[in-house]
């Protein structure tokens, strides 16, 4: 019966599974940037109780949601976060729009480039200067201005673009997860127009699964046109206790899996973590002052200017399980570019 | 060389196509609902026009975004919106769990159930009764207090449950545009929660497709566990001018088309089709007395209580090209109970 056409066709068949099957156990490591170690075997055991239908924890693929800070969990936010570099660089460009900035602080001082004095800037004074970068332009000029700052801008300590300064490991454990039905957020204390503006190219997050902190929109005629514009007056601040209430609004699911590095995230790792069935929250621990920065617990100072960790929210961390990342030791690679 | 295997294989492949497109001309009318007409015949062309790749309109998959209003677009608006109705049932049970309200207005006129009395209520009192009737639960709670009366409660006048009270033709259009890769958002001027809680099931949309108005939702403790509470307090109101801008922080993206049915309608309109590209707007005109209701300008009442549909809208409709559905003529029945 060797040679009847029907065998033939099922021989081809049986081979053509063989191949499938066998492709399937010679897939590549999904995690190769991490070291095999608690961190890796977290994020694997996670996807598989969740993913494998015959689990008591699987977890219906609408349901998949993980979330991630952007600033210290997805890129460097050393010696300051990226936005804000951003606009102490469009300081200028801004006053040549409105010249009246020219005299008012803290505009004055960055125009003057008075270091010394900026090294003193507040909080408060780096937000008007956030505001002042965004407001005014339509939603879609802002987005050409941030393209075209990171085309060029580099970070002063590896002279390599912003978007080159993403974590490996965790663009391979986004990837990972989307592999297994995830859809990944962004939920950054950023803005979501400046994170929208690269988030789609640099880490395959589509503008939808932007969560950020934003300034009042208002919808208004320019040029003749509709368009969306931006005022220099806070709407929502997502950070902390913003952080949930954010997912809420624009995801209204609460996550799976939560993944930061500062106490402005404790809230989110809280909410992901606060419901039944396998939950995730991972938190990056900058221990790692050769390769990137050893700042926060690792480096004895809580309260950096970015990216504070206190000591609270290591102890949380120890009692609800969630698992420090150690960027020393859990990490084969921080950089993309590493050899 | 016909009995050769290769051959016979290729008679197979050949069979299994000829099968699959004689199945696909089979196909079911996806819009069995509507009559033929220029109404159909807009979202037929606009997603052809949109999907085919060799198209010069053809919008990638990403981009497909439709966007549908709520209230006298999906569903029946008349006498009251749904939602409205609803918190009016809702103030017992409200000042059942904070008595001072029994001597406050418009509650205590709710109460006594004076109707001549309710039938004066401002757009202020209807405001303070919705806002009562959310704020003070929990996120989750609230969506269980509206699956509730969802599955009880009956309309005025077709004696049948709300969610029986969707348009036939506006659930088929829905899922003939996510047949072709579209995702479809609703964006209402109802609240975010309350229609969350129930567009899964009645329009198979999810609830990170759902954009409302939003009132304050503070991150607390609740039972000793974290929750997002409502707060008595507007955070947005997703109507008019809104609508964009609600879009923009939902979505982040244009839509390519939208559904409307009021003045409310007009900016989202005008917001998806003031781009490049086939876009695509519709406007649903009540003139069916008869199986729904006729008001607005089809009954020369262009300022009724709900929906108003402006003169002003009409002519920036037939202006821009945007297409009047009428339901009368271009919907063969209105709800799917209809025989």
């Known amino acids: 019966m060797n040679g009847h056409p029907l065998h033939r066709l099922r021989v081809l068949f049986l081979s053509a599974l063989f191949l499938l099957g066998g492709c399937a156990t010679m897939q590549p ?52 976060y990226t936005q804000v570099l951003f606009a102490l660089e469009r300081v200028r460009d801004v006053v040549r729009a409105q010249p009246a900035l020219a005299n008012e602080e803290p505009f004055k001082t960055v125009v003057a480039g008075d270091r010394a004095a900026m090294a003193k800037f507040t909080e ?18 802002f987005a050409q201005v941030v393209k075209s700052w990171l085309a060029t801008a580099k970070h002063p300590k590896f002279q390599r673009p912003y978007t080159e300064l993403v974590y490996a490991p965790m663009v391979e454990a986004m990837k990972y997860l989307r592999a297994n039905g995830y859809r990944t957020y962004i939920v950054t204390g950023g803005t979501q127009q400046f994170v929208r503006a690269f988030a789609e190219e640099v880490y395959g997050v589509p503008p939808e699964q932007v969560v950020g902190t934003m300034f009042k929109i208002n919808y208004e005629a320019r040029d003749g046109k509709p368009a969306l514009v931006t005022a220099p007056e806070i ?49 990056v621990l900058h221990d790692d002052a050769t390769r990137e920065f050893a700042y926060g617990p690792a480096a004895g100072q809580p309260d950096s200017k970015v990216g504070t960790f206190s000591q609270a929210l290591y102890d949380e961390a120890a009692k609800k399980g969630w698992t420090v990342i150690s960027m020393k030791r859990d990490w084969k690679r921080v950089f993309a570019f590493e050899p």
Chains 1, 2 share one sequence.
Do not use: C, H, Y
């Open 235 to 283: 709407f929502f601040v997502n950070d902390k206790g913003g952080k949930p209430v954010g997912i809420n609004m624009v995801i209204g699911r609460r996550p799976q899996a939560a993944f930061g590095n500062s106490d402005g995230d404790q809230q989110m790792l809280e909410w992901a973590t606060g419901a039944d069935g396998a939950r995730l929250a991972m938190i």
């Open 124 to 141: 408060r004074d780096l937000f008007k200067i956030v505001a002042a970068s965004e407001s005014g332009l339509s939603v879609d000029a």
């Open 29 to 80: 490591d999904p995690l190769p940037s991490w070291s095999d170690g608690p961190a890796r075997q977290a994020i694997v055991n996670f996807v598989r109780q969740t993913t494998d239908s015959a689990s008591p924890q699987f977890v219906p693929p609408g349901q998949r949601i993980a979330t991630f800070d952007q600033d210290g969990t997805l890129w460097v936010e050393q010696p300051l």
